[in-house]
């Protein structure tokens, strides 16, 4: 069979595939078909792949990984908040400013008041930035809209992208991101709400696949949120929590009972929590950027929980209040110092680890035959010195169902 692509030459690549490690392979080829891997393996690509039409691109000195995965972020929302900045630098909690109507509230009012075609422009930018970074499949959660109609919109907004721009999206339904000014004092109210009419909505229109709960002292507590989850469950949703951020409130072992895909954030689980999610495998998806734009102090206990053989993801956590960056090679130097994951480590974090935080590793998060071809050429010549090297874009190329999607710094679809 002839390939529609080959890499060859490729110094380092970063398989990721389903094995201890990140199953590195030196002065190797890939070869695509179809938009899906046809074959990879170290040495030259058989003569019998290269046909007439045969795309083939030289990744000598060049490091090449699985497309990467952001499992966690809050891609369509309305303006931005810079102007929180002065209020952070003078130590005001993050808790405080929500409490006060300011932070995820305030993205509120400014998601309410936008148009679907503005929120769609507006996350079209952040899609094309994680695109040029390396990233090609994305998940994205609502929870700037509360009301029906602007959780609504931002969820349509979000399937409609999916299907126009290169980057993958996978949504899920974040209702449960705050108590709306309208419900202040009325959490029950809130819930009700979004149980009786919202989800049953997005569930029958098939607008989300996961829903998602922000487990936190001040938001929604324990009780509260496996109540949520228990009917979004009986709706067909799968699960992911926002556990243990700011207070421990026993999060991991709820996303444990609830057999959530993924517990994200993490920063205050406990001991117990961590075994649990071994255990059940439930995949933690940590978010050392957020850790270190709320001047926390504090990292996800990431050593502890490899040690302990939990599946560790990495992602963005992209929203306009505790992480604005779509970029996940800064996140990699993040993971790396405030974690002390080594760069293996980070890049299966991104990739295959990530992929089963959003239930896809069976088609995506490693170069392995039969899996689609996502792909990321590094202008780099492994995958330490991406890390390394901090705070420019070492991409060179990426290639997405077998296509090149980026080159020289330009998406060119
Ligand atoms: O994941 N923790 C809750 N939600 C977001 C922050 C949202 C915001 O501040 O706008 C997070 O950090
Ligand atoms: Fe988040």
């Known amino acids: 069979m002839k390939a529609d692509m080959i890499i060859i030459n490729a110094s380092n690549i970063v398989s990721c595939s389903d094995v201890q490690g990140s199953g590195i392979i030196n002065d190797g080829y890939i070869a695509v078909k179809d938009g899906i891997i046809l074959d990879v393996s170290s040495g030259n690509a058989p003569k019998e792949l290269k046909g007439e039409n045969t795309t083939i691109i030289d990744a000598h000195g060049k490091t090449v990984t699985p497309g990467l995965i952001d499992a966690h972020t809050h891609l369509v929302h309305g303006g931005s908040r810079e102007k929180e900045l002065p209020l952070k630098l003078k130590g005001v909690p993050y808790l405080e400013i929500l409490k006060m109507g300011g932070g995820i509230l305030s993205t509120v009012r400014n998601t309410r008041s936008a148009s679907k075609e503005e929120l769609k422009s507006k996350a079209v930018q952040s899609l094309n930035q994680m695109l040029l970074h390396g990233t090609t499949t994305v998940e994205a959660k609502s929870g700037y809209g509360l009301d029906f109609d602007t959780e609504i919109k931002c969820l349509e907004a979000a399937k409609e992208l999916n299907t126009t721009h290169p980057v993958d999206i996978i949504s899920t339904y974040m209702g449960a991101h705050a108590i709306p000014e309208e419900y202040k004092g009325n959490t029950q109210g809130y819930i009700s709400f979004m149980v009786d009419k919202v989800m049953p909505y997005v569930a029958d229109k098939g607008l989300a696949e996961f829903l998602d709960v922000f487990c936190e002292e001040g938001v929604f507590s324990p009780e509260e949120s496996r109540y949520?989850?228990?009917?979004?469950?009986?709706?067909?949703?799968?699960?992911?929590?926002?556990?243990?951020?700011?207070?421990?409130?026993?999060?991991?072992?709820?996303?444990?009972?609830?057999?959530?895909?993924?517990?994200?954030?993490?920063?205050?689980?406990?001991?117990?929590?961590?075994?649990?999610?071994?255990?059940a495998g439930v995949t933690a998806v940590t978010l050392p950027g957020t850790s270190f734009y709320l001047m926390l102090g504090k990292y996800a206990q990431a050593r502890k929980m490899l040690d302990c053989g939990v599946r560790v993801a990495i992602a963005t956590d992209y929203?306009?209040?505790?992480?604005?960056?779509?970029?996940?090679?800064?996140?990699m130097t993040?993971?790396?110092?405030?974690?002390?994951?080594?760069?293996?480590?980070?890049?299966?974090?991104?990739?295959?680890?990530?992929?089963?935080?959003?239930?896809?590793?069976?088609?995506?998060?490693?170069?392995?035959?039969?899996?689609?071809?996502?792909?990321?050429i590094f202008n780099a010549p492994n995958i330490d010195y991406v890390v390394y090297h901090f705070g420019i874009n070492h991409v060179e190329k990426v290639i997405k169902n077998g296509n090149i999607v980026v080159e020289e710094g330009k998406i060119i679809i």
């Open 228 to 279: 949520i989850m228990k009917e979004a469950q009986k709706l067909g949703f799968k699960l992911k929590i926002h556990a243990d951020e700011i207070i421990p409130l026993n999060g991991a072992e709820l996303a444990v009972e609830m057999k959530a895909a993924s517990a994200d954030h993490l920063l205050a689980a406990s001991d117990e929590g961590i075994a649990a999610m071994a255990k």
């Open 319 to 331: 929203n306009p209040g505790t992480c604005p960056t779509e970029n996940l090679q800064s996140i």
């Open 334 to 376: 993040f993971a790396c110092f405030g974690m002390k994951m080594t760069p293996e480590e980070i890049i299966k974090a991104m990739t295959l680890n990530a992929a089963y935080a959003i239930d896809r590793n069976t088609e995506i998060g490693s170069i392995e035959k039969g899996k689609k071809a996502d792909l990321v």
